[in-house]
T-cell receptor, first 111, second 114 residues
Framework: GQNIDQPTEMTATEGAIVQINCTYQ??????LFWYQQHAGEAPTFLSY????GLEEKGRFSSFLSRSKGYSYLLLKELQMKDSASYLC????????????FGAGTRLAVHP | GAVVSQHPSRVICKSGTSVKIECRSL??????MFWYRQFPKQSLMLMAT?????????EQGVEKDKFLINHASLTLSTLTVTSAHPEDSSFYIC??????????FGQGTRLTVV
């Protein structure tokens, strides 16, 4: 939604690495978030980028290029429990810093 | 991370009745709260943004008279779905922010209108 694009579905093998890309509208940009959401549950925070570069946090890393309006979430050493939807969200620089979410990428990890 | 409590987690109501959903920040003061709706296999759609003590700002296409939002204190915001109909059945999620980096989500409320 709202000019945030990410793939609808991805599949990967346990133990492998997967990269989920996200492109977004750059005007009024004030930060890029990644959330994980299991079916029927609320999203949980994974990462936040506001400056260009890579942020690493354990098995998960997130990259941002502000000029290109591009981010990716990198998941290493995939586990079965990583099967979930991954939501890319852009924060507006307007008054309330609201988060606008992409449609989400459903990742299926198989043995 | 900070804790946001949303209640109830599930509710079933009859068509035409109203349902109130509460969102509480338990260990921080939430200057801003956001309400989202999520249909199956779809992403979170922002419905409205509320600031303590002022009127909520609704997103385009969201009926403010149908989805009443009150943010009376720095720890509590409520969403009331008035005259609910089956098409209002959805997963409603709040998030709360104290103006720092991230907003924290409640557990969500599964509303079923029969």
């Amino acid at each position: 939604g709202q000019n945030i694009d990410q793939p609808t579905e991805m599949t990967a093998t346990e133990g492998a690495i997967v990269q989920i890309n996200c492109t977004y509208q750059t005007s009024g940009f004030n930060g890029l978030f990644w959330y994980q959401q299991h079916a029927g549950e609320a999203p949980t925070f994974l990462s936040y980028n506001v400056l260009d570069g890579l942020e690493e946090k354990g098995r998960f890393s997130s990259f941002l290029s502000r000029s290109k309006g591009y981010s990716y979430l990198l998941l290493k050493e995939l586990q079965m429990k990583d099967s979930a939807s991954y939501l890319c969200a852009r924060r507006d620089s307007g008054g309330y810093n609201k988060l606008i979410f992409g449609a989400g990428t459903r990742l299926a990890v198989h043995p | 991370g900070a804790v946001v409590s949303q209640h109830p987690s599930r509710v079933i109501c009859k068509s035409g009745t109203s349902v109130k959903i509460e969102c509480r920040s338990l260990d921080f003061q939430a200057t801003t709260m956001f309400w989202y709706r999520q249909f199956p296999k779809q992403s979170l759609m922002l419905m409205a943004t509320s600031n303590e003590g002022s009127k909520a700002t609704y997103e385009q296409g969201v009926e403010k008279d149908k989805f009443l939002i009150n943010h009376a204190s720095l720890t509590l915001s409520t969403l009331t779905v008035t005259s609910a109909h089956p098409e209002d059945s959805s997963f409603y999620i709040c998030s709360a922010s104290d103006g720092r980096t991230e907003a924290f989500f409640g557990q969500g409320t599964r509303l079923t209108v029969v």
